[in-house]
């Protein structure tokens, strides 16, 4: 990815990161002393879980450098199709089960006609994201679904515990341990850089860069429908906007990461989360009005993307190096 | 800016006249056939009030769509528009609530449409960001702020203004403000087909580099169409304010999908594969058109977004096949 000399590599960025929570965590407890409450701290986690498992499908999307805007109406779809299975008593990994199938095919859908069709990204997953939050009335022509929801079990993902942390919170860490040995460790993981950094030189290497491409999008919308899973076991109930809150700051903890660590990867979507979640939970511990979660969100994303941008950066590195003129001729 | 807007050379305009008449009319075809099921299966769709309803919300549409169809045509993308038009919204009413008049509440809403434009066309030219992310962003915040002006809810609007005369008075089953509408459209043509200033904006879409390469500055004209879609979508809120005697914080919603359907939808006549405003509108009377004949026969909203999505879709793939096939690939292009 793109290297900066403006900021040290590897432990000098982990250690920039950690200061900065290190400093919001400090300012939020002066401002509101329940910040490092127990409560709170479990809230977190579980908030985390869901916006986590949501960017780190994103991630795959972003690496192979796409966009996709429909894993929130996708989600949406799979909630309410969840929902529906347990109102009809089938067993709960059978509901499950059969949301991620949705994201699945969703994902298929959006890949295929993407890669192998050749259809521009962004208008496409809008148009797949519209279709599938329509879709998402079908089961109960938009009525919120509650039956057998607390005899299902799904309730209980949300209480259980394992080793004080939420089963959720452990749930999000394996899969990141997964995506991060994938990504990072495999000749599977490179193929999907590659596939984003130079599709052309990616397709004469031997790499089937339209299938890495669809796979992406499918990572995405299951990525999408596992969050919307949480989300359903901390409300108890389908909605047909369940997933809806889980674009903005999906995108903004891909971004954010990667502006922190210097290219998108899986740590860095983890650690944008983390940052997200507690400027988030902070603000609104401190009595901020929901409305202006969006707008956090949102300024946030911007700051990552000028930071991620390589002109701004080339701007602050020619910056630096007008002040510290030493080792200039290592970049380009 | 005087480059951008003298005179276009001729010869240019040649292939894209030469497309067949079926290719560059099929929408107003269908526009017409459906317009047509519909008036036989419920004859009350073609009555004047019905009409009049039609082409008030064709107007608004119309409005908030002409900056993003350029936008679009010169390769990038404004997904903040709705917001801007629902911040608009709720500055005005905002400001209306407070004792302020029409006025004062339009220009503050207008200002705050070119602030949010400005700031896209800035970072998006300017810096050189993604305007998917750039617009995502400044969308969000818009948002942020519409909603925190009502507390989260809408505002109540007592006062009547010209704005409201404009969108409630009909002359027959036309409503004031489509003559309006209707000017800036043609004006807007003029511009588009018969000026330099459409030939840059195709260009850039092709080609950004070879048009800085001819000595154009790609970077202001940008940032004037992202204005241009900011006011704009400020203006088309103001009239939802007039035409619904509210402030709306989550209006735009509805609106994002339409916006973005009519655009691409548009971009499948006249000119094959490329967004253009006569499109644009055509498809936006088609999609309006829609949207009553489904009230009418009782649909639910949702069937109507499966519908508008899966023909967003096949427009999507017409457009992209008929780009092939001329060996082209601009709508690919930064989408």
Known sequence: ?332 | MTAAISPAVPERTGPALRSNLIGRFWLVAALLAMIAIFGSLRPEMLEPGNVATILRSFAIMATMTLGLTWVMAAGKIDVSFMQVAALSNMIAAALLAAGHGWGVASAAGLGAGLIAGAVNGLLIAGLGLPPLIVTIATGGICASIAAALGKGTSIRIAEHGLLTDLLTTNIGPFPLVLFGVLLVYAIAWVFQERLTFGHYMYAIAQSEEAVIEAGISSRRLLIMLFVLTGGLSALAGLFLAASLSSGQPMIGASYFINGLTAVLLGGMMIHIGKPNIIGTAVAILFLAVLASGAALLGWADWKRQIIQGALLLIGIAVAVRANRKKGGHHAEAGL
Request: charged share 10%; with cysteine; hydrophobic share 55%.
């Open chain 1, 1 to 332: 990815m793109m290297k900066s000399g403006l900021l040290p590599h590897g432990a000098g960025r982990v250690l920039a990161f950690l200061g900065l929570v290190a400093v919001m965590a400090t300012l939020f407890t002066l401002a509101e002393p329940r910040f490092l409450s127990q409560a709170n701290f479990s809230a977190m986690t579980r908030h985390m879980a869901a916006n986590g498992l949501a960017a780190l499908g994103l991630t795959f999307v972003v690496i192979v450098r796409r966009f996709d805007l429909s894993f929130a109406g996708v989600a949406c779809f799979a909630a309410m199709t969840i929902g529906f299975a347990i109102a009809g008593g089938l067993p709960l990994w059978v509901a499950i089960g059969s949301g991620i199938l949705v994201g699945v095919v969703a994902g298929a859908v959006n890949g295929i006609a993407i890669s192998h069709f050749g259809l521009p990204d962004i208008v496409t997953t809008i148009a797949t994201g519209s279709i599938a939050a329509g879709m998402a009335f079908l089961y109960s022509g938009g009525r919120t679904i509650f039956q057998n929801f607390f005899t299902s079990g799904i309730i209980d993902l949300n209480d259980a515990r394992v080793l004080g942390f939420s089963v959720s919170f452990v749930f999000l860490i394996a899969i990141y341990a997964c995506a991060w040995v994938l990504m990072h460790r495999t000749r599977y993981g490179a193929a999907f850089y590659a596939t984003g950094e130079n599709p052309v030189s990616a397709f004469y290497s031997g790499i089937p860069t339209r299938t890495y491409t669809a796979l992406a999008f499918v990572a995405c919308a299951v990525g999408a429908v596992l969050a919307v899973v949480l989300i359903l076991a901390e409300s108890g109930t389908a909605d047909t906007n369940e997933g809806a809150n889980l674009l903005m700051p999906a995108y903004a903890a891909v971004f954010l990461g990667a502006a922190l660590m210097g290219g998108t990867s899986v740590l860095a979507t983890l650690s944008g989360t983390f940052l997200i979640t507690m400027l988030l939970d902070g603000f609104a511990l401190a009595g901020m009005p929901y409305y202006y979660s969006d707008g956090i969100v949102s300024a946030i994303l911007l700051g990552g993307v000028l930071l991620f941008d390589p002109r701004v950066r080339d701007i602050l590195d020619d910056a630096v190096r007008f002040l510290i003129p030493k080792k200039t001729e290592t970049r380009r």
